[in-house]
């Protein structure tokens, strides 16, 4: 075991030391407002480096040393533009020499925020929030719990089994991780006879008489109580931002049976919660009907054919290969991540119905509908994932991969590399992945219950508090101080700050903040009984993109806090933006 770790450590290392110039770079030419990324890819390499203190690596101190220098550097630049904007003259070193646990954990403003908080604040703290998280949920401790762990590859009929269990309930919720899978199920159950209910941040869809609800889990009511649950995805749970939602629908749903759906690599960590929560459980292990071959030769271009599935990193990459293919007569299907589930859709029933023949994507297509695909063909193997770009994990690879091959259709499915991707893409999909060994916890609307300091400085003392309990780690709440941050000026109470701080929107996307800072200063400053519809100037594929999200918006801030607003004007103009995204695609309109 120590000899796999070492060779692991090793590896890294390597990465991170050939990584190193490449990100100076990068940042020497980044400006202010997308500094936030990079100083938190630095912060996450930093961590991997503590975790192999006792390998003896040679060179180990001195790029530790290298990182920590840059992380500074990033650091002092954005507590320069913090201090500009805010007319404060805050100095680095005061803030890190005193709170320098608080600044590698989770950044400069975490540090700074961390730095106004009296001892005494942070000693009542800690008495209003148990020490292990799963005692927040009194009333699902209450309940004798069942939780079978369907876990296994892509593609392996995991979700279909919970999901036939869920239909023969009395009452059910099934918890996605997009909109697009919340839908599926949506349409999957009524069509079947189990009235359901639709709930995610962008609509609310009731049907009379529903005892179900599909929902993407954010959504989740812990207030309810259900009979049968499903948890798809579950190794989210690791997710730095997002895998708080699954942690605290695993600790906090009310229900007697629960069905956790996702990769094997969250079996330890599950059991840990759940032996820790008292709960029964069964682990359910799945493997493919359908056999995966990965393909030695390199892909050629020239050698496209039906059912492929090409998968890119980048929206630009994605928009390019299909315009490629279109113009050598071979129409192709686009999936990426900005695309509206509705138009999502109308690319995936052109592909399955042979409208077109192949399929170009992101990893978008790694947590979604089963689509007939053939052979997956890796036209890239590094990705950025918002922080940093990086070598595809084996988790990603298998996930992907596992798309390819469908029973009674393919009963092979291929995978490939365009260039010399097959020795890597053979060992990621051979290796053992790494073991999920946390699970991320977000601050619940307890904390709104202290007093004595703001909501901003009371997130940065929570995130800052010690765990006891080694199988959890807190969330990055970079994201939430900055919208804090944002609409400091408007003092508003500090549910308004937790119900605007919590709307699902893109806070890197400037047009999306600066149209939200305009509906605060509307709707609470200026107090209109009603906010204007958004409108869009040009209609690019970009513009258009932009335009979903901005009406997505106005139906969220509308619907937190109870403003009157036009329903049938945003699902009409969802249609209608995703009707023409789509004809661009179809034409290749870029």
Same mark, same amino acid.
């Given at each position: 075991?120590?000899?796999?770790?070492?060779?692991?450590?090793?590896?890294?290392?390597?990465?991170?030391?050939?990584?190193?110039?490449?990100?100076?770079?990068?940042?020497?030419?980044?400006?202010?407002?997308?500094?936030?990324?990079?100083?938190?890819?630095?912060?996450?390499?930093?961590?991997?480096?503590?975790?192999?203190?006792?390998?003896?690596?040679?060179?180990?101190?001195?790029?530790?040393?290298?990182?920590?220098?840059?992380?500074?550097?990033?650091?002092?630049?954005?507590?320069?533009?913090?201090?500009?904007?805010?007319?404060?003259?805050?100095?680095?070193?005061?803030?890190?020499?005193?709170?320098?646990?608080?600044?590698?954990?989770?950044?400069?403003?975490?540090?700074?925020?961390?730095?106004?908080?009296?001892?005494?604040?942070?000693?009542?703290?800690?008495?209003?929030?148990?020490?292990?998280?799963?005692?927040?949920?009194?009333?699902?401790?209450?309940?004798?719990?069942?939780?079978?762990?369907?876990?296994?590859?892509?593609?392996?009929?995991?979700?279909?089994?919970?999901?036939?269990?869920?239909?023969?309930?009395?009452?059910?919720?099934?918890?996605?991780?997009?909109?697009?899978?919340?839908?599926?199920?949506?349409?999957?159950?009524?069509?079947?006879?189990?009235?359901?209910?639709?709930?995610?941040?962008?609509?609310?869809?009731?049907?009379?008489?529903?005892?179900?609800?599909?929902?993407?889990?954010?959504?989740?009511?812990?207030?309810?109580?259900?009979?049968?649950?499903?948890?798809?995805?579950?190794?989210?749970?690791?997710?730095?931002?997002?895998?708080?939602?699954?942690?605290?629908?695993?600790?906090?749903?009310?229900?007697?049976?629960?069905?956790?759906?996702?990769?094997?690599?969250?079996?330890?960590?599950?059991?840990?919660?759940?032996?820790?929560?008292?709960?029964?459980?069964?682990?359910?292990?799945?493997?493919?009907?359908?056999?995966?071959?990965?393909?030695?030769?390199?892909?050629?271009?020239?050698?496209?054919?039906?059912?492929?599935?090409?998968?890119?990193?980048?929206?630009?990459?994605?928009?390019?290969?299909?315009?490629?293919?279109?113009?050598?007569?071979?129409?192709?299907?686009?999936?990426?991540?900005?695309?509206?589930?509705?138009?999502?859709?109308?690319?995936?029933?052109?592909?399955?119905?042979?409208?077109?023949?192949?399929?170009?994507?992101?990893?978008?297509?790694?947590?979604?509908?089963?689509?007939?695909?053939?052979?997956?063909?890796?036209?890239?193997?590094?990705?950025?994932?918002?922080?940093?770009?990086?070598?595809?994990?084996?988790?990603?690879?298998?996930?992907?991969?596992?798309?390819?091959?469908?029973?009674?259709?393919?009963?092979?499915? /291929?995978?490939?590399?365009?260039?010399?991707? *097959? #020795? %890597?893409? &053979?060992?990621?999909?051979?290796?053992? =992945?790494?073991?999920?060994?946390?699970?991320?916890?977000?601050?619940?609307?307890?904390?709104?219950?202290?007093?004595?300091?703001?909501?901003?400085?009371?997130?940065?003392?929570?995130?800052?508090?010690?765990?006891?309990?080694?199988?959890?780690?807190?969330?990055?709440?970079?994201?939430?101080?900055?919208?804090?941050?944002?609409?400091?000026?408007?003092?508003?109470?500090?549910?308004?700050?937790?119900?605007?701080?919590?709307?699902?929107?893109?806070?890197?996307?400037?047009?999306?903040?600066?149209?939200?800072?305009?509906?605060?200063?509307?709707?609470?400053?200026?107090?209109?009984?009603?906010?204007?519809?958004?409108?869009?100037?040009?209609?690019?594929?970009?513009?258009?993109?932009? /335009?979903?999200?901005?009406?997505?918006?106005? *139906? #969220? %801030?509308? &619907?937190?806090?109870?403003?009157?607003? =036009?329903?049938?004007?945003?699902?009409?103009?969802?249609?209608?933006?995703?009707?023409?995204?789509?004809?661009?695609?179809?034409?290749?309109?870029?």
């Amino acid at each position: 075991m120590k000899v796999k770790k070492n060779r692991k450590d090793n590896r890294e290392f390597k990465q991170l030391k050939e990584q190193l110039i490449g990100i100076r770079q990068v940042i020497k030419h980044t400006k202010i407002g997308n500094l936030w990324t990079h100083e938190a890819s630095v912060r996450k390499k930093l961590k991997q480096l503590h975790q192999m203190q006792g390998s003896s690596i040679k060179g180990y101190e001195d790029l530790v040393i290298d990182y920590r220098e840059l992380l500074d550097d990033i650091s002092r630049r954005l507590l320069e533009d913090y201090n500009e904007k805010n007319e404060t003259q805050f100095e680095f070193d005061d803030i890190v020499d005193q709170f320098e646990v608080e600044y590698l954990a989770s950044g400069i403003l975490t540090a700074l925020v961390s730095s106004h908080i009296p001892t005494l604040m942070a000693d009542a703290f800690q008495t209003h929030f148990p020490q292990n998280p799963k005692d927040e949920y009194q009333e699902a401790r209450a309940i004798k719990r069942k939780v079978y762990l369907h876990l296994g590859q892509t593609n392996t009929g995991k979700t279909y089994q919970a999901i036939q269990r869920l239909k023969q309930s009395t009452s059910g919720v099934y918890l996605a991780p997009l909109r697009i899978l919340a839908l599926e199920i949506f349409e999957r159950l009524n069509e079947e006879g189990v009235p359901c209910h639709l709930l995610t941040g962008e609509e609310e869809v009731l049907i009379e008489g529903a005892t179900h609800q599909s929902s993407t889990i954010e959504k989740l009511n812990l207030n309810q109580t259900y009979e049968v649950a499903v948890i798809d995805e579950i190794q989210m749970i690791d997710d730095s931002q997002r895998g708080a939602a699954w942690t605290r629908a695993l600790l906090g749903l009310r229900c007697q049976e629960i069905h956790l759906c996702g990769a094997l690599n969250s079996k330890e960590v599950l059991m840990d919660i759940l032996k820790d929560c008292e709960d029964d459980f069964e682990v359910i292990e799945y493997v493919r009907q359908v056999p995966l071959e990965i393909v030695k030769e390199p892909f050629k271009l020239s050698e496209a054919q039906v059912g492929d599935a090409f998968i890119l990193f980048s929206k630009r990459k994605v928009l390019e290969l299909a315009k490629f293919y279109r113009e050598s007569g071979i129409r192709a299907s686009v999936i990426y991540g900005d695309l509206p589930p509705e138009v999502r859709k109308m690319q995936y029933h052109d592909f399955t119905g042979h409208e077109n023949i192949i399929l170009v994507s992101t990893d978008a297509i790694g947590m979604g509908v089963n689509l007939p695909i053939q052979r997956i063909i890796f036209m890239n193997l590094q990705k950025f994932d918002g922080e940093e770009e990086r070598w595809l994990t084996s988790q990603e690879v298998k996930q992907i991969a596992g798309r390819a091959g469908r029973k009674g259709l393919y009963e092979v499915g /291929y995978v490939c590399s365009y260039g010399k991707g *097959y #020795s %890597f893409l &053979k060992e990621k999909i051979e290796m053992d =992945d790494p073991l999920i060994e946390e699970a991320v916890i977000g601050p619940s609307e307890a904390i709104l219950k202290i007093e004595g300091l703001p909501l901003k400085e009371k997130l940065a003392l929570w995130s800052t508090t010690p765990i006891q309990v080694p199988w959890y780690r807190k969330m990055d709440i970079r994201d939430y101080i900055l919208i804090l941050d944002k609409i400091r000026r408007y003092q508003l109470s500090e549910h308004e700050q937790w119900r605007i701080m919590k709307l699902p929107i893109d806070v890197h996307n400037e047009e999306i903040v600066a149209m939200l800072l305009s509906y605060v200063e509307q709707y609470f400053i200026q107090e209109v009984d009603e906010l204007p519809k958004p409108a869009i100037k040009e209609e690019s594929l970009k513009a258009l993109e932009t /335009y979903y999200q901005k009406v997505n918006l106005y *139906y #969220s %801030f509308c &619907k937190n806090f109870d403003i009157p607003f =036009d329903l049938d004007w945003v699902y009409e103009k969802r249609n209608d933006i995703s009707e023409q995204i789509n004809e661009r695609l179809i034409k290749g309109h870029y």
